[in-house]
C-alpha cells in the first residue's frame, strides 16, 4: 500500500519527490510532506451521504467598529459549531458517533493521520457507523466572537479585556502528549509516527477555550447535546480537554447519549452529586488512556496524566457502585504498549479503534436482557 | 426527495419538529434548522479516497506569554493551508477541482447548502473530479498567529500593533451578497435560498485578511501554486476575495493550473504587465458573475459588483487578445436570472455547476489539436 491518493498520478513518487526538494529550497516554507503521504485505501468508500451543518449559535448586535469597519452596525452569528459527517451506505441505522477534539486542535485531529493514514472519522465509517465530527465553538470553522479584539485595537477596550490565546510549542508536545521525554527523542515503544511530528504541528490552531474567550458554560455542552438529541442518541466521544464533554453532555440531555468515550479526559469531573452519578450509570462508559501516564509533562503539572487516569478510575468506580457500566480501555493491561495521547492517529490507530468498535457491539449495542459484558 | 440525513430516523420529521421548537423555547439560542434539512442523496457516494492535509507553514520561534503561558518558549507551525479532499471512484485521472472560499468564510461555503442541499464539493465528484477544498491561511482549521494578540494583551504591544477582524453583519449581506436591496426583502427572481439565511450566517469567521493579520503576498497563493503543481495541474477555483487568487497562482507556477475558473472576483487584476497575459493566455480560464450586478453593495463602495465585472471583461479581452482563450459565464445571457454571490449555494447551483462542468469537458479536457469553442 505505496499508492499515493493524488489523482491521475498514482505512480510518480520519484517526480514528487523532486518538486519537493525543489519548494524546500525556499527558506522558511515547510515541504507539503502530507500531500504524498496519503494513502490509497484498497477499498471504495461508499457513503449514503455526506456534508456539514452547523448546531447551534445566537444572535449579536455589534458596532461597525467590532464587525471591523466595512460597513454599519448589525448583526452576527457566534457561538454556532461546525460538523461534518459521513453516513455509510448500509450504516444508516447503526449508532452515529461524534467525535470531538482536544485543547488547540480542531476536527481535523479524527482525520488522516500526520504520516497519511486513515483517520478514525472514516475507519468508523467504514464499520458502519455514521460519524459526526464538530470544530468546538471557537476554533476553526466553528469561529469565535471578534468583538473585543476590533474594540481593543481601537483603544475602545482595555487589552487585558481581550481574552488569551493558547498553543502548545513543538518542543512541549513531546512530553506533553508523551511522545518522548524530550523534543527528538521518543520513547522506544512509542506508537506516534514521530517522523511525522511536524504535520502534527500544522494542526495547532488558536486556542481562547482557557483564556475566556468563550462563554461558561462553554456552548459547545450544549451543542453536543442538541446534536445527539437530535440523531436520537449518540456515541458521544471527546478527547482530552474536551474528554469530559460526553459526560456533560449528557447530564444536559440524557437523550442525546447511547454511549461515552472519554478519551484521554484533562480530568474526569469528581464532584457529580448523587443524582448526576445515578443519570451516568444509565449509560454505557469506556474511558481510554495511552502509555507513559507517570512521566513529566514539561509543564509546572507533572504527573498530569496519571492524576487524569486515576480521576477516571475513580469516576468509574462511583458509576458502577450505582449500578452503572463504565469501564477502562488501558492498552498495556492488554499487551498493547507505547500508545500516545494522540492515540487516534498512533500507528496502531486502528487496533486501538477496533477494541472500542468492540465495546460498542457488546456493550452499547447489546440487545435488551443480554448479560453484560465484564 | 425529502428525507433527512440523519442516521436511524428516517421518518422523524414531526418529532424533529418538536424537538426544534423545545430548543427554540430558550432565550437567544438559535434553532439547529439545518441538521433536519439536509437531503438524503438519491444514490450513494463512491469515493476512490478521502481525507485531508496540509500545505504549506513555516516555524516561528514564540515566547511564552505568546504561545499562552502554558509551556517555555517555543516553535510552533503558521501560515499552514488546511485541505480537505474526496476523490471518486472512476474519475482519479479526471481533472481535479480546487475551490477556495471568500473573505469572512471557510471552505464550507462549498458543502451543504444553507437549505441543505447538495454543495458543489459532492456535486463535482459525483461528476467524475477529484475535489480539494481548503480553508485559507488565516481561518478556519488552517489557524492563524496569535502571537501579537498575546502580547498585546500583555502590555508587551501597543493595541494599534494587532490586526483587525473582519465580518459581514446579517444585514449587509443582503444588498452585499445581492440577495436583495434590503434584509428581508429578496430581489423578486433571487435564486439564494433566503428562508435559510440564518444559516449562512452561522458560516461567518473572523477574517484578518484585510486587517494585516495575513503576510503579503498571501501564503494561500504560495500554497495554491504548490498544491497545483502536486496534483500536476488543478483547475484552480476562487470565490470573491480568492476570486483572483487562481490568477496569481499560475503565475507563481504555470505548472499548477490546467484551468482557472474566478467565480465573483472582488476584482480581475488590472495591472499584469505583458509577460504575465502571455502566460495567462495559455491556460483555459472562466470567469462567473451572479445577476444585480448594477445595485448597491449597501457600503461605501457602490455599484462594486458592476465593476468587478467590468474589471474582468477588461482581462478577457486582454488575454483573447493575446491569443487566450479566457470567457466570461454570466447567466442572464442565458435566460437565466436571480443568482446571487454565493452562487454555488443558489437553489439552481448545480444548474451552474453543469454550465461549469460543460467548460471543463469542452475547453480544459479538449483534446489536443480539437477546434476551439467559441
Same mark, same amino acid.
Given at each position: 500500500?505505496?499508492?499515493?491518493?493524488?489523482?491521475?498520478?498514482?505512480?510518480?513518487?520519484?517526480?514528487?519527490?523532486?518538486?519537493?526538494?525543489?519548494?524546500?529550497?525556499?527558506?522558511?516554507?515547510?515541504?507539503?510532506?502530507?500531500?504524498?503521504?496519503?494513502?490509497?485505501?484498497?477499498?471504495?468508500?461508499?457513503?449514503?451521504?455526506?456534508?456539514?451543518?452547523?448546531?447551534?449559535?445566537?444572535?449579536?448586535?455589534?458596532?461597525?467598529?467590532?464587525?471591523?469597519?466595512?460597513?454599519?452596525?448589525?448583526?452576527?452569528?457566534?457561538?454556532?459549531?461546525?460538523?461534518?459527517?459521513?453516513?455509510?451506505?448500509?450504516?444508516?441505522?447503526?449508532?452515529?458517533?461524534?467525535?470531538?477534539?482536544?485543547?488547540?486542535?480542531?476536527?481535523?485531529?479524527?482525520?488522516?493521520?500526520?504520516?497519511?493514514?486513515?483517520?478514525?472519522?472514516?475507519?468508523?465509517?467504514?464499520?458502519?457507523?455514521?460519524?459526526?465530527?464538530?470544530?468546538?465553538?471557537?476554533?476553526?470553522?466553528?469561529?469565535?466572537?471578534?468583538?473585543?479584539?476590533?474594540?481593543?485595537?481601537?483603544?475602545?477596550?482595555?487589552?487585558?479585556?481581550?481574552?488569551?490565546?493558547?498553543?502548545?510549542?513543538?518542543?512541549?508536545?513531546?512530553?506533553?502528549?508523551?511522545?518522548?521525554?524530550?523534543?527528538?527523542?521518543?520513547?522506544?515503544?512509542?506508537?506516534?509516527?514521530?517522523?511525522?511530528?511536524?504535520?502534527?504541528?500544522?494542526?495547532?490552531?488558536?486556542?481562547?477555550?482557557?483564556?475566556?474567550?468563550?462563554?461558561?458554560?462553554?456552548?459547545?455542552?450544549?451543542?453536543?447535546?442538541?446534536?445527539?438529541?437530535?440523531?436520537?442518541?449518540?456515541?458521544?466521544?471527546?478527547?482530552?480537554?474536551?474528554?469530559?464533554?460526553? $459526560?456533560?453532555? /449528557?447530564? *444536559?440531555?440524557? +437523550?442525546?447519549? =447511547?454511549?461515552? #468515550?472519554?478519551?484521554?479526559? %484533562?480530568?474526569?469531573?469528581?464532584?457529580?452529586?448523587?443524582?448526576?452519578?445515578?443519570?451516568?450509570?444509565?449509560?454505557?462508559?469506556?474511558?481510554?488512556?495511552?502509555?507513559?501516564?507517570?512521566?513529566?509533562?514539561?509543564?509546572?503539572?507533572?504527573?498530569?496524566?496519571?492524576?487524569?487516569?486515576?480521576?477516571?478510575?475513580?469516576?468509574?468506580?462511583?458509576?458502577?457502585?450505582?449500578?452503572?457500566?463504565?469501564?477502562?480501555?488501558?492498552?498495556?493491561?492488554?499487551?498493547?504498549?507505547?500508545?500516545?495521547?494522540?492515540?487516534?492517529?498512533?500507528?496502531?490507530? $486502528?487496533?486501538? /479503534?477496533? *477494541?472500542?468498535? +468492540?465495546?460498542? =457491539?457488546?456493550? #452499547?449495542?447489546?440487545?435488551? %436482557?443480554?448479560?453484560?459484558?465484564?
Amino acid at each position: 500500500m505505496n499508492r499515493t491518493i493524488l489523482s491521475g498520478c498514482l505512480q510518480r513518487t520519484l517526480w514528487t519527490g523532486l518538486v519537493t526538494l525543489a519548494w524546500l529550497g525556499a527558506p522558511g516554507w515547510l515541504a507539503a510532506q502530507s500531500i504524498r503521504d496519503p494513502k490509497m485505501p484498497d477499498k471504495p468508500l461508499v457513503l449514503a451521504a455526506q456534508g456539514s451543518f452547523f448546531v447551534g449559535g445566537q444572535k449579536a448586535r455589534q458596532t461597525r467598529n467590532e464587525l471591523g469597519n466595512l460597513g454599519p452596525e448589525g448583526n452576527i452569528t457566534v457561538h454556532q459549531m461546525y460538523v461534518r459527517f459521513m453516513i455509510p451506505k448500509g450504516g444508516e441505522r447503526n449508532p452515529p458517533v461524534v467525535m470531538v477534539h482536544g485543547a488547540t486542535l480542531t476536527g481535523k485531529s479524527w482525520e488522516t493521520t500526520p504520516d497519511g493514514r486513515m483517520g478514525w472519522d472514516e475507519y468508523f465509517v467504514r464499520k458502519g457507523h455514521p460519524v459526526y465530527v464538530p470544530d468546538q465553538v471557537g476554533r476553526g470553522r466553528s469561529g469565535f466572537n471578534q468583538a473585543v479584539f476590533n474594540n481593543v485595537r481601537a483603544g475602545l477596550a482595555p487589552p487585558a479585556s481581550q481574552p488569551g490565546f493558547l498553543r502548545f510549542s513543538d518542543e512541549i508536545v513531546w512530553p506533553n502528549f508523551r511522545f518522548g521525554a524530550r523534543p527528538g527523542e521518543p520513547y522506544p515503544e512509542t506508537k506516534f509516527p514521530v517522523s511525522a511530528v511536524d504535520e502534527l504541528s500544522k494542526q495547532g490552531v488558536p486556542d481562547l477555550t482557557f483564556g475566556g474567550g468563550v462563554p461558561m458554560p462553554n456552548p459547545t455542552l450544549r451543542a453536543l447535546a442538541e446534536l445527539g438529541r437530535e440523531l436520537r442518541g449518540a456515541i458521544l466521544m471527546g478527547h482530552s480537554q474536551s474528554g469530559s464533554f460526553p $459526560l456533560e453532555a /449528557a447530564l *444536559l440531555d440524557p +437523550a442525546a447519549a =447511547r454511549g461515552l #468515550v472519554l478519551v484521554e479526559p %484533562g480530568r474526569c469531573p469528581g464532584n457529580y452529586n448523587d443524582e448526576q452519578i445515578r443519570k451516568l450509570a444509565a449509560i454505557p462508559i469506556l474511558a481510554v488512556y495511552g502509555d507513559y501516564l507517570d512521566t513529566s509533562t514539561g509543564m509546572s503539572n507533572d504527573h498530569f496524566w496519571k492524576l487524569s487516569y486515576d480521576s477516571c478510575q475513580a469516576l468509574i468506580q462511583r458509576i458502577n457502585a450505582a449500578g452503572g457500566r463504565a469501564q477502562m480501555l488501558y492498552p498495556p493491561e492488554r499487551g498493547i504498549r507505547g500508545n500516545s495521547y494522540m492515540i487516534m492517529q498512533d500507528t496502531n490507530n $486502528l487496533q486501538i /479503534a477496533d *477494541l472500542i468498535l +468492540a465495546w460498542i =457491539r457488546s456493550v #452499547v449495542m447489546r440487545p435488551a %436482557g443480554a448479560p453484560r459484558r465484564k
